[in-house]
């Protein structure tokens, strides 16, 4: 299984920024996805998780509103898009595979001024 990141950077305080997520190697539309962020001190937490058929998903209460995971398995492609952005959402994002230690690369955002 590989799953390869893209999008991230630097953005100002309250912008937006979409993150991709690319599977291959295994049956992408038959498993749960998730988002993770860690930042620096910090453990890593869950930010969202869709279902298999994108039609559930969940976010963390940090995330809810602002943050929005959606999926397309036509193309293998989770998404995280993330809106009113603040220095505190400022972390190296990973995208995963539900019930499997399966991991993107890991992509930095920063929030800043």
């Known amino acids: 299984a590989q799953l390869v990141q893209s999008g991230g950077g630097l953005v100002q305080p309250g912008g937006s920024l979409r993150l991709s997520c690319v599977a291959s190697g295994f049956a992408f539309g038959t498993y749960g996805m998730q988002w993770f962020r860690q930042s620096p001190g910090n453990v890593r937490e869950q930010v969202a998780t869709?279902?298999?058929?994108?039609?559930?998903?969940h976010y963390a209460d940090f995330a809810k509103g602002r943050f929005f995971i959606s999926r397309d398995n036509a193309k293998n492609t989770v998404y995280l898009q993330m809106n009113r952005l603040t220095p505190e959402d400022t972390a190296v994002y990973y995208c995963?595979?539900?019930?499997?230690?399966?991991w993107g690369q890991g992509t930095q955002v920063t929030v800043s001024s």
């Open positions: 995963k595979v539900v019930l499997m230690e399966w």
């Open positions: 869709i279902g298999s058929d994108g039609r559930i998903s």
